[in-house]
Protein backbone atom coordinates (compact mmCIF):
# COMPACT_ATOMS: atom_id res chain seq x y z
CA UNK A 1 0.00 0.00 0.00
CA UNK A 2 2.57 2.73 -1.11
CA UNK A 3 1.46 5.97 -2.70
CA UNK A 4 1.35 6.78 -6.59
CA UNK A 5 1.09 9.41 -8.39
CA UNK A 6 -2.41 9.98 -10.27
CA UNK A 7 -2.13 11.03 -13.43
CA UNK A 8 -2.91 14.98 -12.85
CA UNK A 9 0.39 14.29 -10.31
CA UNK A 10 2.45 12.60 -13.27
CA UNK A 11 1.64 15.72 -15.24
CA UNK A 12 2.71 17.74 -12.76
CA UNK A 13 5.73 16.02 -12.43
CA UNK A 14 6.48 16.11 -15.91
CA UNK A 15 5.71 19.77 -16.37
CA UNK A 16 8.06 20.00 -13.31
CA UNK A 17 11.06 18.03 -14.82
CA UNK A 18 10.76 20.15 -18.48
CA UNK A 19 10.70 23.59 -16.87
CA UNK A 20 13.86 22.72 -14.65
CA UNK A 21 15.62 20.84 -18.05
CA UNK A 22 14.64 24.29 -20.09
CA UNK A 23 15.97 26.24 -17.31
CA UNK A 24 19.45 24.54 -16.78
CA UNK A 25 19.83 24.49 -21.07
CA UNK A 26 19.18 28.24 -21.03
CA UNK A 27 20.68 29.22 -17.95
CA UNK A 28 17.70 30.66 -16.58
CA UNK A 29 17.27 30.38 -13.17
CA UNK A 30 13.75 31.68 -12.38
CA UNK A 31 12.81 28.31 -14.74
CA UNK A 32 14.41 26.15 -12.37
CA UNK A 33 13.72 27.51 -9.31
CA UNK A 34 9.95 27.26 -10.66
CA UNK A 35 10.04 23.90 -11.74
CA UNK A 36 11.94 22.92 -7.91
CA UNK A 37 9.30 24.53 -6.53
CA UNK A 38 6.76 22.70 -8.13
CA UNK A 39 8.57 19.35 -7.22
CA UNK A 40 8.86 20.59 -3.97
CA UNK A 41 5.18 20.99 -3.59
CA UNK A 42 4.72 17.53 -4.85
CA UNK A 43 7.12 16.10 -2.21
CA UNK A 44 5.59 17.72 0.63
CA UNK A 45 2.07 16.25 -0.77
CA UNK A 46 3.62 12.96 -0.72
CA UNK A 47 4.39 13.27 2.66
CA UNK A 48 1.42 14.58 3.51
CA UNK A 49 -0.34 11.67 1.88
CA UNK A 50 1.79 9.12 3.48
CA UNK A 51 -0.08 8.75 6.99
CA UNK A 52 -3.05 7.55 5.31
CA UNK A 53 -0.96 4.23 3.56
CA UNK A 54 0.20 3.98 7.21
CA UNK A 55 -3.95 3.52 8.18
CA UNK A 56 -4.90 1.60 5.53
CA UNK A 57 -1.87 -0.79 6.68
CA UNK A 58 -3.04 -0.86 10.18
CA UNK A 59 -6.52 -1.42 9.51
CA UNK A 60 -7.86 1.77 10.35
CA UNK A 61 -10.43 1.59 7.32
CA UNK A 62 -13.35 -0.66 7.14
CA UNK A 63 -15.79 -2.50 4.92
CA UNK A 64 -18.97 -3.38 5.47
CA UNK A 65 -22.29 -4.30 3.27
CA UNK A 66 -25.26 -5.69 2.97
CA UNK A 67 -28.39 -6.32 0.63
CA UNK A 68 -31.74 -5.00 2.00
CA UNK A 69 -35.15 -6.47 0.73
CA UNK A 70 -36.14 -5.92 -2.30
CA UNK A 71 -39.00 -3.99 -3.28
CA UNK A 72 -40.81 -7.23 -5.18
CA UNK A 73 -42.76 -9.10 -3.78
CA UNK A 74 -41.72 -10.55 -0.58
CA UNK A 75 -38.71 -8.94 -0.61
CA UNK A 76 -37.00 -11.38 -3.21
CA UNK A 77 -34.23 -10.40 -5.13
CA UNK A 78 -35.33 -11.19 -8.47
CA UNK A 79 -33.20 -11.74 -11.77
CA UNK A 80 -32.80 -8.68 -14.01
CA UNK A 81 -34.76 -6.51 -11.38
CA UNK A 82 -32.52 -3.75 -9.72
CA UNK A 83 -31.95 -3.90 -6.10
CA UNK A 84 -29.79 -1.57 -4.05
CA UNK A 85 -26.19 -2.79 -2.58
CA UNK A 86 -25.39 -0.62 0.74
CA UNK A 87 -21.86 0.05 1.78
CA UNK A 88 -20.50 1.18 4.84
CA UNK A 89 -17.67 2.71 5.64
CA UNK A 90 -15.82 3.01 9.14
CA UNK A 91 -13.15 5.24 9.63
CA UNK A 92 -11.13 5.14 13.06
CA UNK A 93 -8.41 7.24 12.26
CA UNK A 94 -7.34 10.49 12.79
CA UNK A 95 -7.91 12.43 9.18
CA UNK A 96 -10.60 12.22 6.49
CA UNK A 97 -10.38 9.93 3.74
CA UNK A 98 -11.86 10.90 0.28
CA UNK A 99 -12.30 7.77 -1.89
CA UNK A 100 -11.73 8.59 -5.10
CA UNK A 101 -12.98 5.09 -6.98
CA UNK A 102 -14.40 1.79 -5.70
CA UNK A 103 -14.30 -1.24 -7.70
CA UNK A 104 -16.74 -4.46 -6.79
CA UNK A 105 -15.35 -7.48 -7.64
CA UNK A 106 -18.32 -10.00 -8.08
CA UNK A 107 -19.85 -12.84 -9.62
CA UNK A 108 -19.98 -12.57 -13.71
CA UNK A 109 -23.37 -12.48 -13.72
CA UNK A 110 -23.92 -9.28 -11.31
CA UNK A 111 -23.67 -5.82 -12.76
CA UNK A 112 -22.93 -3.01 -9.83
CA UNK A 113 -22.85 0.34 -10.39
CA UNK A 114 -18.79 1.29 -9.67
CA UNK A 115 -19.15 4.96 -9.88
CA UNK A 116 -19.19 5.77 -6.25
CA UNK A 117 -16.95 8.75 -4.47
CA UNK A 118 -17.29 9.78 -1.14
CA UNK A 119 -15.45 11.37 1.56
CA UNK A 120 -15.19 9.82 4.99
CA UNK A 121 -14.33 12.31 8.14
CA UNK A 122 -12.16 10.96 10.73
CA UNK A 123 -13.73 8.62 13.63
CA UNK A 124 -17.34 8.48 11.65
CA UNK A 125 -19.06 5.94 9.12
CA UNK A 126 -20.87 6.85 5.69
CA UNK A 127 -23.07 5.12 3.93
CA UNK A 128 -22.90 4.80 -0.01
CA UNK A 129 -26.19 2.84 -1.75
CA UNK A 130 -24.74 1.01 -5.32
CA UNK A 131 -27.58 0.30 -8.36
CA UNK A 132 -27.02 -3.61 -8.78
CA UNK A 133 -28.44 -5.83 -11.24
CA UNK A 134 -28.42 -9.85 -11.29
CA UNK A 135 -28.47 -11.05 -15.26
CA UNK A 136 -29.78 -14.55 -14.39
CA UNK A 137 -30.82 -16.72 -11.24
CA UNK A 138 -28.41 -18.18 -9.06
CA UNK A 139 -26.81 -18.01 -5.86
CA UNK A 140 -24.00 -15.15 -6.80
CA UNK A 141 -21.29 -13.50 -4.58
CA UNK A 142 -19.73 -10.46 -3.83
CA UNK A 143 -16.41 -11.25 -3.16
CA UNK A 144 -14.87 -7.93 -2.06
CA UNK A 145 -14.12 -4.07 -2.96
CA UNK A 146 -10.93 -2.44 -4.25
CA UNK A 147 -11.17 1.57 -2.66
CA UNK A 148 -8.48 3.96 -4.39
CA UNK A 149 -8.04 6.99 -1.65
CA UNK A 150 -6.37 10.49 -2.49
CA UNK A 151 -4.97 13.08 -1.07
CA UNK A 152 -7.34 16.89 -1.63
CA UNK A 153 -5.34 18.22 -4.71
CA UNK A 154 -5.85 14.86 -6.71
CA UNK A 155 -2.07 14.50 -7.24
CA UNK A 156 -1.57 10.90 -5.10
CA UNK A 157 -3.60 7.95 -5.12
CA UNK A 158 -3.32 4.40 -2.58
CA UNK A 159 -5.54 1.27 -3.44
CA UNK A 160 -6.69 -0.89 -1.11
CA UNK A 161 -8.58 -4.92 -1.57
CA UNK A 162 -10.95 -4.78 1.22
CA UNK A 163 -12.14 -8.82 0.82
CA UNK A 164 -16.12 -9.33 2.31
CA UNK A 165 -17.86 -12.20 0.62
CA UNK A 166 -21.63 -11.97 0.66
CA UNK A 167 -23.87 -14.50 -1.60
CA UNK A 168 -26.68 -13.08 -3.04
CA UNK A 169 -29.57 -15.69 -3.60
CA UNK A 170 -31.50 -14.52 -7.10
CA UNK A 171 -34.68 -15.94 -7.90
CA UNK A 172 -35.82 -16.54 -11.58
CA UNK A 173 -38.68 -14.16 -12.65
CA UNK A 174 -42.19 -15.90 -12.28
CA UNK A 175 -43.81 -13.64 -14.95
CA UNK A 176 -46.43 -15.21 -15.89
CA UNK A 177 -49.71 -13.48 -15.22
CA UNK A 178 -51.80 -14.92 -12.31
CA UNK A 179 -55.08 -16.92 -13.37
CA UNK A 180 -53.46 -17.85 -17.01
CA UNK A 181 -54.04 -21.65 -17.54
CA UNK A 182 -50.46 -22.63 -17.05
CA UNK A 183 -50.03 -26.03 -17.25
CA UNK A 184 -52.29 -28.16 -19.73
CA UNK A 185 -54.40 -30.91 -17.81
CA UNK A 186 -54.57 -34.47 -19.50
CA UNK A 187 -57.87 -35.67 -19.96
CA UNK A 188 -57.91 -38.76 -18.55
CA UNK A 189 -57.50 -39.28 -14.92
CA UNK A 190 -54.93 -41.23 -12.96
CA UNK A 191 -55.10 -42.61 -9.49
CA UNK A 192 -55.00 -39.47 -7.22
CA UNK A 193 -55.41 -39.46 -3.58
CA UNK A 194 -57.29 -36.65 -3.15
CA UNK A 195 -59.50 -33.79 -5.18
CA UNK A 196 -57.80 -31.27 -6.61
CA UNK A 197 -58.93 -28.02 -8.34
CA UNK A 198 -59.18 -28.84 -11.85
CA UNK A 199 -62.20 -29.95 -13.49
CA UNK A 200 -61.70 -33.30 -15.92
CA UNK A 201 -64.16 -34.99 -18.34
CA UNK A 202 -63.92 -38.51 -17.52
CA UNK A 203 -66.20 -41.32 -17.93
CA UNK A 204 -68.83 -42.90 -15.13
CA UNK A 205 -71.04 -41.80 -12.68
CA UNK A 206 -69.11 -39.85 -10.42
CA UNK A 207 -69.20 -36.15 -10.29
CA UNK A 208 -70.81 -33.46 -11.36
CA UNK A 209 -72.95 -32.97 -15.18
CA UNK A 210 -70.93 -30.88 -17.23
CA UNK A 211 -73.75 -31.36 -20.33
CA UNK A 212 -76.26 -34.16 -22.32
CA UNK A 213 -74.82 -34.85 -25.90
CA UNK A 214 -75.99 -37.00 -28.55
CA UNK A 215 -74.85 -40.88 -28.45
CA UNK A 216 -71.47 -41.95 -30.34
CA UNK A 217 -69.94 -44.93 -30.70
CA UNK A 218 -67.99 -46.22 -28.12
CA UNK A 219 -69.84 -44.26 -25.30
CA UNK A 220 -70.80 -46.71 -22.15
CA UNK A 221 -73.98 -47.97 -21.90
CA UNK A 222 -74.29 -46.72 -18.50
CA UNK A 223 -73.64 -43.11 -19.89
CA UNK A 224 -77.41 -43.14 -21.50
CA UNK A 225 -79.47 -40.24 -20.13
CA UNK A 226 -83.19 -42.03 -20.54
CA UNK A 227 -85.37 -39.07 -19.51
CA UNK A 228 -83.57 -36.75 -22.45
CA UNK A 229 -83.06 -39.49 -24.67
CA UNK A 230 -87.29 -39.85 -24.44
CA UNK A 231 -87.53 -36.31 -24.77
CA UNK A 232 -85.23 -36.13 -28.11
CA UNK A 233 -86.43 -39.69 -29.24
CA UNK A 234 -82.65 -40.15 -30.10
CA UNK A 235 -80.07 -41.96 -27.50
CA UNK A 236 -78.45 -38.42 -25.22
CA UNK A 237 -75.44 -39.52 -22.59
CA UNK A 238 -74.40 -37.57 -20.12
CA UNK A 239 -71.29 -35.85 -20.22
CA UNK A 240 -69.54 -35.91 -16.45
CA UNK A 241 -66.80 -33.72 -14.54
CA UNK A 242 -64.62 -33.99 -11.75
CA UNK A 243 -61.90 -32.68 -9.65
CA UNK A 244 -58.40 -34.36 -9.78
CA UNK A 245 -54.84 -33.72 -8.96
CA UNK A 246 -52.50 -33.72 -11.81
CA UNK A 247 -48.88 -34.92 -11.07
CA UNK A 248 -46.51 -32.54 -13.60
CA UNK A 249 -42.84 -33.58 -14.02
CA UNK A 250 -40.51 -31.55 -15.20
CA UNK A 251 -37.34 -32.60 -17.12
CA UNK A 252 -34.78 -29.65 -17.90
CA UNK A 253 -31.53 -30.05 -19.75
CA UNK A 254 -28.75 -28.08 -17.99
CA UNK A 255 -25.76 -29.31 -20.52
CA UNK A 256 -23.45 -27.65 -22.18
CA UNK A 257 -24.99 -26.45 -25.25
CA UNK A 258 -27.67 -24.87 -22.88
CA UNK A 259 -25.46 -22.33 -21.11
CA UNK A 260 -24.18 -20.95 -24.54
CA UNK A 261 -24.40 -17.21 -24.87
CA UNK A 262 -24.30 -14.65 -22.16
CA UNK A 263 -25.68 -14.88 -18.58
CA UNK A 264 -29.14 -14.27 -18.39
CA UNK A 265 -29.84 -14.84 -21.75
CA UNK A 266 -28.61 -18.03 -22.29
CA UNK A 267 -31.34 -21.12 -22.74
CA UNK A 268 -30.69 -22.56 -19.48
CA UNK A 269 -31.25 -19.51 -18.13
CA UNK A 270 -35.25 -19.36 -20.39
CA UNK A 271 -35.04 -22.93 -19.11
CA UNK A 272 -34.90 -22.22 -15.77
CA UNK A 273 -37.78 -19.67 -15.82
CA UNK A 274 -40.13 -21.66 -17.74
CA UNK A 275 -39.98 -24.05 -15.03
CA UNK A 276 -40.23 -22.22 -11.95
CA UNK A 277 -43.18 -20.03 -13.47
CA UNK A 278 -44.90 -23.95 -14.54
CA UNK A 279 -44.07 -25.50 -11.11
CA UNK A 280 -45.60 -22.14 -9.27
CA UNK A 281 -49.03 -22.26 -10.91
CA UNK A 282 -49.48 -26.03 -10.87
CA UNK A 283 -48.87 -26.27 -7.38
CA UNK A 284 -50.79 -22.87 -6.71
CA UNK A 285 -53.68 -24.69 -8.36
CA UNK A 286 -52.96 -27.67 -5.94
CA UNK A 287 -51.44 -30.33 -8.23
CA UNK A 288 -48.34 -32.29 -7.80
CA UNK A 289 -45.27 -31.01 -9.40
CA UNK A 290 -41.32 -32.64 -9.68
CA UNK A 291 -38.56 -32.32 -11.28
CA UNK A 292 -35.53 -33.68 -12.89
CA UNK A 293 -32.64 -32.31 -14.55
CA UNK A 294 -30.25 -33.92 -16.63
CA UNK A 295 -27.25 -33.77 -18.37
CA UNK A 296 -25.04 -36.78 -19.17
CA UNK A 297 -26.67 -38.17 -16.07
CA UNK A 298 -29.40 -37.35 -13.90
CA UNK A 299 -28.54 -34.32 -12.12
CA UNK A 300 -30.92 -33.97 -9.28
CA UNK A 301 -34.03 -35.22 -9.00
CA UNK A 302 -37.73 -33.59 -6.81
CA UNK A 303 -40.13 -36.07 -6.52
CA UNK A 304 -43.61 -34.98 -7.26
CA UNK A 305 -45.46 -33.25 -3.99
CA UNK A 306 -47.69 -30.18 -3.41
CA UNK A 307 -47.98 -27.45 -1.30
CA UNK A 308 -45.61 -24.38 -1.02
CA UNK A 309 -42.76 -25.80 0.58
CA UNK A 310 -42.75 -27.85 -2.80
CA UNK A 311 -41.91 -24.40 -4.78
CA UNK A 312 -39.10 -23.65 -2.44
CA UNK A 313 -37.32 -27.17 -2.79
CA UNK A 314 -38.00 -26.88 -6.84
CA UNK A 315 -36.47 -23.20 -6.71
CA UNK A 316 -33.60 -24.20 -4.82
CA UNK A 317 -32.29 -26.65 -7.02
CA UNK A 318 -32.98 -24.34 -10.07
CA UNK A 319 -30.80 -22.00 -8.38
CA UNK A 320 -28.04 -24.73 -8.30
CA UNK A 321 -27.71 -25.63 -11.48
CA UNK A 322 -25.34 -22.75 -12.32
CA UNK A 323 -22.81 -23.83 -9.72
CA UNK A 324 -22.34 -27.19 -10.80
CA UNK A 325 -18.60 -28.30 -9.85
CA UNK A 326 -19.25 -31.90 -10.42
CA UNK A 327 -15.43 -33.43 -11.97
CA UNK A 328 -17.64 -35.20 -14.67
CA UNK A 329 -19.48 -32.04 -15.47
CA UNK A 330 -16.78 -29.42 -15.77
CA UNK A 331 -13.47 -28.72 -17.33
CA UNK A 332 -11.01 -28.14 -15.26
CA UNK A 333 -8.48 -30.44 -14.00
CA UNK A 334 -7.04 -30.93 -10.68
CA UNK A 335 -4.02 -28.98 -10.93
CA UNK A 336 -6.13 -25.83 -12.34
CA UNK A 337 -8.60 -26.38 -9.62
CA UNK A 338 -6.28 -25.90 -6.68
CA UNK A 339 -4.35 -23.19 -8.86
CA UNK A 340 -7.93 -21.55 -8.81
CA UNK A 341 -8.22 -22.06 -4.69
CA UNK A 342 -4.67 -21.22 -4.02
CA UNK A 343 -5.03 -17.67 -6.27
CA UNK A 344 -8.75 -17.53 -4.14
CA UNK A 345 -6.53 -17.45 -1.17
CA UNK A 346 -4.18 -15.23 -1.50
CA UNK A 347 -6.53 -12.79 -2.62
CA UNK A 348 -9.32 -12.98 -0.38
CA UNK A 349 -6.99 -14.86 2.78
CA UNK A 350 -4.10 -13.14 2.41
CA UNK A 351 -2.79 -16.60 2.51
CA UNK A 352 0.19 -17.89 0.46
CA UNK A 353 0.08 -21.79 -0.09
CA UNK A 354 2.48 -21.56 -2.94
CA UNK A 355 5.98 -23.44 -2.50
CA UNK A 356 8.55 -21.45 -2.82
CA UNK A 357 11.67 -23.61 -4.22
CA UNK A 358 11.03 -27.03 -5.80
CA UNK A 359 12.21 -30.16 -3.77
CA UNK A 360 14.52 -32.37 -4.91
CA UNK A 361 13.28 -35.12 -7.56
CA UNK A 362 13.63 -37.98 -4.99
CA UNK A 363 12.02 -36.09 -2.15
CA UNK A 364 8.58 -37.66 -1.07
CA UNK A 365 7.08 -34.75 -0.19
CA UNK A 366 6.77 -34.21 -4.78
CA UNK A 367 3.58 -36.47 -3.85
CA UNK A 368 1.79 -33.86 -1.62
CA UNK A 369 2.32 -30.79 -4.67
CA UNK A 370 0.09 -29.84 -7.39
CA UNK A 371 1.60 -28.07 -10.23
CA UNK A 372 -0.52 -24.98 -11.85
CA UNK A 373 -0.48 -24.26 -15.30
CA UNK A 374 1.86 -21.79 -15.24
CA UNK A 375 4.87 -24.19 -13.46
CA UNK A 376 3.86 -22.78 -10.07
CA UNK A 377 3.75 -25.25 -7.28
CA UNK A 378 0.99 -25.16 -4.42
CA UNK A 379 1.44 -27.54 -1.36
CA UNK A 380 -1.97 -29.64 -1.27
CA UNK A 381 -1.43 -30.32 2.98
CA UNK A 382 -1.69 -26.63 3.33
CA UNK A 383 -4.39 -25.96 0.48
CA UNK A 384 -6.49 -28.61 2.54
CA UNK A 385 -6.23 -27.43 5.98
CA UNK A 386 -6.93 -23.83 5.20
CA UNK A 387 -10.09 -25.02 2.85
CA UNK A 388 -11.12 -27.19 5.94
CA UNK A 389 -10.58 -24.55 8.38
CA UNK A 390 -12.52 -22.16 6.48
CA UNK A 391 -15.50 -24.50 5.48
CA UNK A 392 -16.06 -25.15 9.09
CA UNK A 393 -15.64 -21.64 10.44
CA UNK A 394 -18.39 -20.31 7.49
CA UNK A 395 -20.93 -22.99 6.59
CA UNK A 396 -21.80 -23.68 3.20
CA UNK A 397 -25.03 -21.18 1.52
CA UNK A 398 -27.06 -24.66 1.76
CA UNK A 399 -27.38 -23.96 5.24
CA UNK A 400 -28.99 -27.16 7.43
CA UNK A 401 -28.48 -29.22 4.57
CA UNK A 402 -24.50 -28.35 4.56
CA UNK A 403 -23.53 -31.96 5.84
CA UNK A 404 -25.01 -33.13 2.47
CA UNK A 405 -23.21 -30.93 0.37
CA UNK A 406 -20.10 -33.24 0.70
CA UNK A 407 -21.59 -35.86 -0.78
CA UNK A 408 -23.50 -33.86 -3.56
CA UNK A 409 -19.77 -33.28 -4.85
CA UNK A 410 -19.11 -35.89 -7.56
CA UNK A 411 -15.08 -36.07 -7.66
CA UNK A 412 -13.07 -39.28 -7.77
CA UNK A 413 -10.98 -38.00 -4.79
CA UNK A 414 -12.43 -37.04 -1.37
CA UNK A 415 -9.54 -34.17 -1.22
CA UNK A 416 -10.57 -32.55 -4.34
CA UNK A 417 -14.10 -32.86 -3.46
CA UNK A 418 -13.33 -30.51 -1.07
CA UNK A 419 -11.64 -27.98 -3.15
CA UNK A 420 -14.74 -28.41 -5.77
CA UNK A 421 -17.07 -27.94 -2.47
CA UNK A 422 -15.14 -24.66 -1.66
CA UNK A 423 -15.43 -23.33 -5.21
CA UNK A 424 -19.24 -23.66 -4.88
CA UNK A 425 -19.85 -22.30 -1.63
CA UNK A 426 -17.01 -19.42 -2.18
CA UNK A 427 -18.36 -18.68 -5.97
CA UNK A 428 -14.97 -19.50 -7.13
CA UNK A 429 -16.44 -19.89 -10.66
CA UNK A 430 -15.74 -23.10 -12.51
CA UNK A 431 -16.35 -23.74 -16.55
CA UNK A 432 -19.08 -26.14 -17.21
CA UNK A 433 -18.09 -29.27 -19.89
CA UNK A 434 -19.13 -27.76 -23.30
CA UNK A 435 -18.67 -31.45 -25.02
CA UNK A 436 -20.28 -34.73 -22.89
CA UNK A 437 -18.84 -38.24 -23.83
CA UNK A 438 -20.24 -39.60 -27.36
CA UNK A 439 -24.06 -41.01 -26.48
CA UNK A 440 -23.53 -39.14 -23.28
CA UNK A 441 -27.12 -36.92 -23.89
CA UNK A 442 -29.24 -39.97 -24.96
CA UNK A 443 -28.67 -41.95 -22.17
CA UNK A 444 -28.68 -38.89 -19.79
CA UNK A 445 -32.02 -37.78 -21.42
CA UNK A 446 -33.04 -42.28 -20.96
CA UNK A 447 -32.11 -42.23 -17.25
CA UNK A 448 -34.16 -38.37 -16.76
CA UNK A 449 -37.41 -39.84 -18.83
CA UNK A 450 -37.43 -43.09 -17.24
CA UNK A 451 -36.83 -41.47 -13.43
CA UNK A 452 -39.68 -38.53 -13.90
CA UNK A 453 -41.78 -41.59 -15.65
CA UNK A 454 -41.93 -43.89 -13.14
CA UNK A 455 -44.95 -44.34 -10.90
CA UNK A 456 -48.72 -44.12 -12.20
CA UNK A 457 -49.40 -43.06 -15.22
CA UNK A 458 -50.99 -40.34 -16.31
CA UNK A 459 -48.90 -37.47 -15.74
CA UNK A 460 -47.97 -34.46 -17.74
CA UNK A 461 -44.23 -34.14 -18.84
CA UNK A 462 -42.77 -31.42 -19.80
CA UNK A 463 -39.01 -31.40 -21.24
CA UNK A 464 -37.32 -28.34 -21.14
CA UNK A 465 -34.35 -29.37 -23.65
CA UNK A 466 -32.42 -27.66 -26.61
CA UNK A 467 -32.23 -31.78 -27.91
CA UNK A 468 -29.04 -31.19 -29.43
CA UNK A 469 -27.33 -34.15 -29.10
CA UNK A 470 -30.26 -35.82 -27.76
CA UNK A 471 -31.88 -36.92 -31.20
CA UNK A 472 -28.06 -37.87 -32.71
CA UNK A 473 -29.12 -41.30 -31.78
CA UNK A 474 -32.84 -40.66 -33.49
CA UNK A 475 -33.73 -44.13 -32.72
CA UNK A 476 -32.96 -44.65 -29.04
CA UNK A 477 -34.22 -41.00 -28.24
CA UNK A 478 -37.53 -41.59 -29.67
CA UNK A 479 -38.02 -45.17 -28.86
CA UNK A 480 -38.09 -43.41 -24.71
CA UNK A 481 -40.17 -41.14 -25.80
CA UNK A 482 -42.30 -43.40 -27.27
CA UNK A 483 -42.18 -45.52 -23.98
CA UNK A 484 -43.09 -42.85 -21.68
CA UNK A 485 -46.08 -42.66 -24.12
CA UNK A 486 -46.91 -46.45 -24.03
CA UNK A 487 -47.27 -45.97 -19.96
CA UNK A 488 -49.90 -43.33 -20.61
CA UNK A 489 -47.95 -39.89 -20.27
CA UNK A 490 -48.88 -37.29 -22.02
CA UNK A 491 -45.20 -35.26 -23.01
CA UNK A 492 -44.90 -32.02 -24.45
CA UNK A 493 -41.24 -30.52 -25.48
CA UNK A 494 -40.19 -27.05 -25.29
CA UNK A 495 -36.86 -26.48 -27.49
CA UNK A 496 -35.05 -23.01 -26.98
CA UNK A 497 -34.15 -22.32 -30.34
CA UNK A 498 -30.52 -21.58 -30.52
CA UNK A 499 -30.03 -19.46 -32.44
CA UNK A 500 -32.79 -16.79 -31.04
CA UNK A 501 -30.13 -17.04 -27.75
CA UNK A 502 -26.96 -16.31 -29.47
CA UNK A 503 -25.32 -12.86 -28.80
CA UNK A 504 -25.12 -10.55 -31.97
CA UNK A 505 -21.78 -10.32 -33.86
CA UNK A 506 -20.91 -6.40 -34.75
CA UNK A 507 -19.21 -7.37 -37.68
CA UNK A 508 -20.67 -7.80 -41.06
CA UNK A 509 -18.24 -10.99 -41.57
CA UNK A 510 -19.22 -11.95 -37.73
CA UNK A 511 -23.05 -11.46 -38.71
CA UNK A 512 -22.14 -13.77 -41.75
CA UNK A 513 -20.81 -16.39 -39.89
CA UNK A 514 -23.50 -16.00 -37.48
CA UNK A 515 -26.41 -16.92 -40.24
CA UNK A 516 -24.56 -19.78 -41.10
CA UNK A 517 -24.50 -21.41 -38.44
CA UNK A 518 -28.25 -20.46 -37.59
CA UNK A 519 -29.00 -21.70 -41.07
CA UNK A 520 -27.48 -25.33 -39.83
CA UNK A 521 -28.37 -24.83 -36.33
CA UNK A 522 -32.46 -24.16 -37.48
CA UNK A 523 -32.28 -27.22 -40.37
CA UNK A 524 -31.13 -29.57 -37.14
CA UNK A 525 -33.97 -28.66 -34.95
CA UNK A 526 -36.57 -28.47 -37.49
CA UNK A 527 -35.56 -32.28 -38.38
CA UNK A 528 -35.92 -33.14 -34.65
CA UNK A 529 -39.22 -30.95 -34.44
CA UNK A 530 -40.42 -33.61 -37.26
CA UNK A 531 -38.89 -36.67 -35.69
CA UNK A 532 -40.37 -36.21 -32.17
CA UNK A 533 -44.00 -34.84 -33.54
CA UNK A 534 -44.32 -38.01 -35.40
CA UNK A 535 -44.96 -40.08 -32.10
CA UNK A 536 -48.20 -37.48 -31.43
CA UNK A 537 -45.58 -34.61 -28.75
CA UNK A 538 -46.24 -31.43 -29.06
CA UNK A 539 -42.65 -29.66 -29.69
CA UNK A 540 -42.73 -26.07 -29.07
CA UNK A 541 -39.88 -23.75 -30.54
CA UNK A 542 -39.22 -21.14 -27.81
CA UNK A 543 -36.54 -17.41 -27.81
CA UNK A 544 -36.02 -15.07 -25.31
CA UNK A 545 -38.65 -12.81 -26.37
CA UNK A 546 -41.20 -15.33 -25.84
CA UNK A 547 -43.33 -14.28 -22.73
CA UNK A 548 -44.74 -17.69 -20.89
CA UNK A 549 -48.04 -17.23 -21.20
CA UNK A 550 -47.75 -16.68 -24.96
CA UNK A 551 -45.33 -20.05 -24.59
CA UNK A 552 -48.04 -21.33 -22.43
CA UNK A 553 -51.11 -20.48 -24.48
CA UNK A 554 -48.95 -22.50 -27.65
CA UNK A 555 -48.53 -24.96 -25.61
CA UNK A 556 -52.78 -25.58 -24.90
CA UNK A 557 -53.47 -25.28 -28.27
CA UNK A 558 -51.12 -28.01 -29.58
CA UNK A 559 -52.32 -30.06 -27.11
CA UNK A 560 -55.86 -29.03 -27.79
CA UNK A 561 -55.28 -30.60 -31.59
CA UNK A 562 -53.19 -33.94 -30.51
CA UNK A 563 -55.69 -34.85 -27.90
CA UNK A 564 -58.70 -33.61 -28.71
CA UNK A 565 -59.63 -31.27 -26.10
CA UNK A 566 -57.94 -29.82 -23.09
CA UNK A 567 -59.25 -29.39 -19.67
CA UNK A 568 -59.28 -25.81 -18.70
Request: glycine share 10%.
Amino acid sequence: MTPYLSTRGRLLLASALVIMLGGAVRAAWPLIALGGLVLSTLITMHMLFYPTAVLLRRRKIELAWWVPPSDTAGGAIIATHPFQLHVALRNHGPRALRIHDLQIFCSSALEVDQTLRVTVPRGTESELSARTVAAAAGHWFLHGASLEFGDPLGCFRVRAYFPNPLGVKVFPKLSAARGAALVARPQAGALHERAGLHHVRRKGLGGELREIREHTQGDAFKQIAWKASARARKLMVRELESEIVVTHQILLDVAGSMRQGEVGRAKLDYGIEVAAAFAREALDAGDRVGLTTFDARVIGAIEPRDGKPQLMRIVDHLLELRNLVDEDLTELTDGELVTAVARYLAHQEALDVRVPRPARMDDPRWSRLAAGPGGELYDLDATGRVVATLLKARPPMAGRHAQSWYARVVAGDPEMARLRLFARVRGIEVPYRRDPPPGGRVAGFGAALAKGGAGHAGKFVIVISDLEGILEDADSALRQLAVARQRGHHVAVVCPFGPAFAKLARTPSGQRVGELLAGEERRRAEQARRNVERLGIPVLMAGPEDVLLVLVRRLARARAALRGRVAG
